[in-house]
């Protein structure tokens, strides 16, 4: 996971026009830029700790205008370099079948990749076989994330 996370990073310098960051670095931003026992040992929040109810009465203030906008994005149904897992949609039954009175479908879905979007737990990003907080990578096993999910 080390190996990943310095990639990521090199990654996303080099393609922002930025300077390569090197092991070195990334280990100084760990220590200098991290969250780590400032809510607690066992905190599981991270900075949404910071969202309290008066910051969202202090961001509600600021509103000016009632316009909505949306997150929205459409999935994306074709296989790509960049999503090998595509979001799938199957007609099970159309209701023009012999019998049948309803529609069905099936959807397959890869919540990691481009066919999907969402928020992300903290349990999904390790560096040197930690979690967030110091919680061990090895909370998360087959049956899902023992801690920050």
């Not at 780590?36 to 509600?60: C, E, F, H, S, V």
Request: proline fraction near 2%; charge should be neutral; hydrophobic fraction near 40%.
């Amino acid at each position: 996971m080390k190996k990943a996370w310095i990639a990521l990073v090199v990654i996303c310098f080099s393609v922002s026009g930025q300077s390569p960051v090197d092991r070195f670095g990334m280990e100084r931003w760990m220590k200098e830029l991290s969250n780590w026992g400032r809510w607690g040992a066992k905190d599981q929040l991270g900075a949404a700790n910071l969202i309290t109810p008066q910051t969202r009465r202090a961001a509600a203030a600021l509103v000016q205008e009632g316009f909505s906008v949306s997150l929205s994005r459409d999935a994306d149904m074709v296989a790509a370099v960049d999503n090998g897992r595509p979001f799938g949609h199957k007609m099970m039954t159309t209701g023009m079948e012999a019998g049948e009175m309803f529609a069905t479908d099936t959807y397959t879905i890869s919540f990691h990749g481009a066919a999907l979007t969402h928020m992300d737990a903290m349990s999904h990003t390790g560096y040197a076989g930690k979690l967030y907080n110091g919680y061990s990578q090895r909370e998360i096993d087959g049956t899902g994330a023992h801690q920050l999910a």
